[in-house]
């Protein structure tokens, strides 16, 4: 009697085996999932480039490799690379809300080096017509500036623009950030997007006057009384308080940056740059949909002699 060989007792142990089959497998994907998450979050980030703001350090389509662990408890120097939670992003008002965004789904990933840490003076001043950073009352040497800034306009019939538009092309690639390539002739170049900050109106014949990259910007203010002040511009003050960091990139006439967003708090602040994995010339966020769409043309972007370097 205590052996069952119907088919009813044989159908109900095949049903209890696959239930407990199938919640051990989900149990493993979810320990995976949970490891893989902390990892990412806590371990270590893969990081694309999608601007040209930390050139020639960075280029744009570059991944780099960023430790995400080490910075949980050590210190920041000025110089390092760090990435960080985009500053202007909008975080809910909900607590549990908050902390997923900022450790798992929310604002995009901003890379720039550090200028100032915490209780420095920085200050930006336009000295014979060149930026200049003061760093606690000495003068920055910053090396690692890009030396080859352009601005690349593509002169394109108006009528043909307009005859785009209508049609509902998109012709917002006109304005895709490129990186800089040394080993081109100027007139082979890429181009920066012109700022609304770069282009003035001349008084006497109404019409736009562009300055030419290297123009600094001086929004002519005088500092008074050690009051903080930054205005997009490379006449900036700040004294930085606890846990607050002056961030700037490689590529200053391209770089949206603390001179227009101010300070960063450390809590913003996820993980060290530490090396360059590979280097192509493209702005996918998966590049082997590029491949796939352009293979020879893509093969030709990619730049050999920048791959698995260490970043400084």
Do not use: C
Request: charged share 25%.
């Amino acid at each position: 009697m205590a052996y069952n060989s119907g088919n009813n007792g044989v159908f109900n142990g095949k049903d209890a085996t696959k239930k407990e089959g199938f919640f051990s497998s989900l149990k493993e994907i979810i320990i995976l999932l949970s490891i893989v998450f902390l990892i990412r979050t806590f371990g270590f980030g893969l990081y694309q480039v999608p601007t040209g703001s930390m050139e020639t350090t960075m280029l744009v389509g570059e991944r780099f490799f960023a430790d995400k662990f080490t910075v949980l408890f050590s210190k920041i120097n000025r110089g390092d690379i760090v990435a960080f939670n985009d500053p202007l992003f909008k975080y809910s008002k909900n607590s549990y809300v908050r902390l997923f965004e900022e450790y798992a789904w929310g604002p995009s990933n901003w890379t720039k080096r550090v200028i100032g840490i915490p209780g420095d003076e920085i200050r930006g001043v336009v000295e014979n017509g060149k930026p200049v950073v003061y760093i606690n009352g000495v003068i920055s040497n910053e090396p690692y500036i890009n030396k080859y800034p352009l601005i690349y306009v593509w002169k394109m019939d108006t009528n043909e623009i307009q005859k785009q538009a209508r049609s509902g092309v998109n012709i917002g690639q006109f304005l895709s950030p490129k990186s800089y390539d040394q080993n081109l002739p100027y007139e082979q170049q890429p181009f920066y997007e012109i700022k609304k900050e770069r282009i003035f109106i001349n008084p006497e014949t109404d019409k736009p006057i562009i300055l030419v990259p290297g123009t600094p910007l001086d929004s002519g203010k005088k500092i008074e009384n050690g009051e903080n002040y930054w205005n997009n511009g490379d006449d900036f003050y700040v004294k930085l308080g606890k846990d607050q960091y002056w961030m700037m990139g490689d590529n200053r006439l391209g770089s949206l940056d603390s001179r227009f967003f101010g300070p960063i708090d450390e809590r913003l602040i996820h993980g060290k740059i530490l090396f360059r994995i590979w280097s192509v010339d493209s702005d996918e966020n998966w590049w082997i949909l590029d491949l796939i769409k352009h293979p020879i043309d893509f093969i030709k972007r990619i730049r050999f002699n920048r791959f698995f370097q260490v970043v400084k």
